[in-house]
């Protein structure tokens, strides 16, 4: 009944919130934006109490960071509803019409999902991109994150109920999962009745979790086995910064890069300078006998680090004969997320960019750049990993669907 009770909510306030005009929307958008800086201490002192109680069960850092909120990661979701006002409203946009033989006008256009659900873990910046991003899009959200981050959420869900009400406008458009128990989780991912699309953010266990269990239609994101391919002709200067980047600047997300594949005949002149610049910055490298031949306390690697996304401080190394091993393994072992090749030879890359199945493929460039806002979508409301609908960062288009809408003046088939 918990469930079936944020779901009758939530369809009603979907009522309202598909047919407002942009101008509403984004004025909302700004005041909660203004909202979230007005209650950033208060939200920030929260916030330190589901830090220590994640501490205190022993968590590693990575998830620590993903978890913590500051003055700045405060500002930049602040930010991020700004940005998100800026951008066009792909509500009621028409994409294709056409004028029948028998005067029959056919138009399709863009409308919004209804419903929509996120399941989440450890990172409170979701629960402010989610609401953006569904408000200006058009839909209802019920957010679940997990049981570590519950406090902060809800103090982030509260700042936003209160602009919508300051607005006159149903404050159950954003709804959060209070209770973190797996039956009511459970519960969720069964109430088709009421919700549209159910989004899982987070590890493969709970992304698998939802798909094997969920009777809604569901949109898969996050898990990111990320790799970068330095081939024969890469220059070792791009090649030392983009991994460095791509590993170190937040390994804790599913944009990180987690194994290395380095072509054999540069091996010799990389590994020494890329081991050093990993081990300073507290990076533990696992490698095959080549790269503990060339970085002194690196461990063996194992087949389970090929295919393992760490979210840590950790990297896999492995030397490859040549661009056909890399893009064989990386079809092994990757999650068809961010995958990327250093390389100065064109042919090599545009066989890279063709061959490599994944949402994100990249030549000379950090992985980290598969981002909702870098690409310029203001926010994210995940990065999806699979083919139909969406691909790859999901930003506003990606949270309609369409509708055909037929204009006529007594037609009747015949």
């Known amino acids: 009944m918990y469930i079936e009770n944020l779901g009758l909510l939530a369809r009603e306030a979907e009522i309202q919130i598909a047919q407002l005009s942009t101008e509403i929307k984004n004025e909302v958008l700004l005041k909660s934006a203004e909202a979230l800086l007005k209650n950033s201490t208060k939200i920030i002192e929260i916030n330190k109490k589901d830090v220590e109680k994640a501490k205190e069960s022993g968590v590693k850092d990575a998830f620590i960071d993903r978890l913590t909120?500051?003055?700045k990661r405060i500002k930049d979701m602040a930010e991020g509803l700004k940005q998100i006002v800026s951008l066009n409203d792909p509500v009621g946009e028409f994409i294709y019409g056409k004028t029948l033989p028998n005067g029959l006008?056919?138009?399709?256009k863009r409308v919004p999902l209804g419903v929509v659900a996120i399941i989440f873990e450890s990172r409170p910046n979701v629960t402010a991109d989610a609401f953006g991003l569904c408000l200006k899009s058009g839909n209802a959200v019920i957010l679940r994150g997990?049981?570590?981050?519950i406090n902060t959420n809800i103090a982030i869900v509260k700042v936003f109920k209160e602009v919508l009400k300051e607005c006159n406008l149903n404050e159950n458009a954003i709804q959060i999962v209070e209770n973190?128990?797996?039956?009511?989780?459970?519960?969720?991912?069964?109430?088709h009745e009421y919700i549209d699309v159910l989004i899982p953010r987070g590890s493969s266990r709970l992304i698998n979790t939802v798909i094997n269990n969920s009777t809604i239609p569901c949109i898969q994101t996050g898990v990111g086995n990320c790799h970068i391919?330095?081939?024969e002709s890469g220059k070792l200067n791009n090649a030392i910064n983009i991994i460095i980047n791509a590993k170190t600047q937040r390994p804790g997300v599913c944009n990180a890069v987690e194994t290395l594949l380095i072509h054999k005949n540069i091996a010799k002149d990389l590994l020494p300078d890329l081991?050093?610049?990993?081990i300073s910055r507290n990076v533990e490298i696992r490698g095959d006998e080549t790269v503990k031949k060339y970085i002194e306390?690196?461990?063996?690697?194992?087949?389970e680090d090929w295919a393992t996304e760490y979210e840590d401080y950790i990297v896999a190394i492995k030397v490859v004969e040549g661009l056909d091993e890399?893009?064989?393994?990386i079809a092994k072992y990757g999650t068809k997320h961010s995958e990327c090749i250093v390389t100065e030879n064109y042919s090599n890359a545009q066989r890279f960019l063709n061959e490599i199945d994944a949402a994100a493929v990249y030549v000379n460039a950090s992985t980290r750049f598969t981002d909702g806002g870098q690409f310029g979508f203001g926010a994210e409301i995940g990065i999806s990993t699979q083919k139909l609908h969406a691909r790859g960062p999901m930003g506003l288009k990606e949270l309609t669907t369409t509708k055909y809408v037929i204009l006529g003046n007594g037609q009747v088939r015949k």
């Open 326 to 329: 890399a893009i064989k393994h």
């Open 146 to 149: 997990g049981k570590e981050a």
């Open 69 to 71: 909120l500051t003055e």
């Open 180 to 191: 973190t128990s797996h039956e009511i989780a459970n519960e969720l991912m069964k109430a």
């Open 297 to 303: 306390n690196s461990i063996e690697s194992t087949e």
């Open 229 to 231: 391919f330095v081939d």
């Open 275 to 278: 081991g050093k610049e990993l």
């Open 105 to 108: 006008i056919i138009q399709q």
